[in-house]
């Protein structure tokens, strides 16, 4: 007879093992980004609403991780106000020019918690390099949000940086980018 696993009341009962070995359980699952914003409230909005690309190929909003700890996105939500188009979601370098800083939103409210982030958004933000493209999402109605989410989550390690870029300009966006602050 091997080992039994019993419970802590003094009745008896014992743990089920499977025919795989494994402990019969039950649990309750809580997502990563809801565990971050219980225990450190570190987790925010970025909203944007009309951003109007001056042309095709414009970045319209950038992050830049200034902190020691790693950003995520979780994800994106956006629409285009007036016509379809396609928007990338880049990994990019250099020195952005041309934004307008944004405060990012707890998503506990009444939280004072901020990342360490360089945060903007624009009509035509410069000074950026595209080091590749990490997703693309086609707007093909206007009027309709489109919601990206990836279990992966996009990382942004210290000194990096994210930026969404609209293929085609003089469409007006909107929408909520999620990020989290790793422990």
Do not use: C
Not at 25 to 32: A, L, M
Not at 162 to 181: D, H, K, P
């Amino acid at each position: 007879m091997g080992f039994q696993v019993e419970d802590g009341t003094g009745e008896g009962y014992t743990a089920k093992v499977d025919f795989e070995n494994r402990v019969a359980t039950f649990s309750v699952i809580e997502p990563y980004d809801m565990n971050i914003n219980l225990t450190t409230e570190k987790v925010w909005s970025i909203p944007f609403e009309g951003l109007n690309p001056t042309g095709n190929d414009d970045y319209v909003l950038y992050i830049k991780n200034t902190g020691d700890k790693v950003l995520h996105i979780s994800d994106v939500r956006v629409m285009a106000d007036t016509a379809a188009t396609q928007i990338e979601l880049h990994a990019v370098t250099g020195t952005a020019a041309g934004g307008t800083a944004v405060t990012p939103v707890p998503r506990t409210i009444g939280s004072a918690t901020t990342p360490s982030a360089t945060i903007e958004t624009g009509s035509d933000i410069t000074g950026l390099t595209s080091d590749g493209i990490i997703f693309f999402m086609q707007l093909d109605t206007a009027n309709k949000e489109y919601h990206l989410s990836t279990s992966s989550k996009i990382r942004i390690p210290k000194g990096k940086a994210f930026a969404i870029l609209v293929e085609t300009g003089t469409e007006n966006l909107t929408g909520v980018v999620s990020i989290i602050e790793e422990e």
